[in-house]
């Protein structure tokens, strides 16, 4: 069984800083390409970064030059610095990766539970 376990969200105000985790438990071939999604009150859930096994990097225009993503490929698990915080970014911040289980081929995506993130004005 294979499970992303994100952790560091909370209550933050404007221009403050969080750095959330996810840690990917299981008996695990390979990990592809990690991401940080979020989902606000009444929206679609977008994607907020993403980060391949090799280290390349995208982002939601709305993030870039403030959000960092980051993996540790030795301790299976994907940060997401985040700093100048806006309220727009209050929303549910949800962990994305595409695994490969021991013993199989084929990569399956995965999901974490999600950890809030408020940011008050």
């Known amino acids: 069984q294979v499970q992303l376990v994100e952790s560091g969200g909370g209550l933050v105000q404007t221009g403050g800083s969080l750095r959330l985790s996810c840690a990917v438990s299981?008996?695990?071939?390979?990990?592809?390409?990690m991401g940080w999604y979020r989902q606000a009150p009444g929206k679609q859930r977008e994607m907020v970064a993403r980060i391949t096994s090799g280290g390349s990097t995208n982002y939601a225009d709305s993030v870039k030059g403030r959000f960092t993503i980051s993996r540790d490929n030795a301790k299976n698990t994907v940060y997401l610095q985040m700093n100048s915080l806006k309220p727009e970014d209050t929303a549910v911040y949800y962990c994305?990766?595409?695994?490969?289980?021991?013993?199989?081929?084929?990569?399956?995506?995965?999901w974490g539970q999600g950890t809030q993130v408020t940011v008050s004005s």
């Open positions: 299981g008996i695990i071939s390979r990990i592809n390409a």
């Open positions: 994305n990766g595409d695994i490969v289980r021991f013993g199989q081929q084929r990569e399956l995506n995965y």
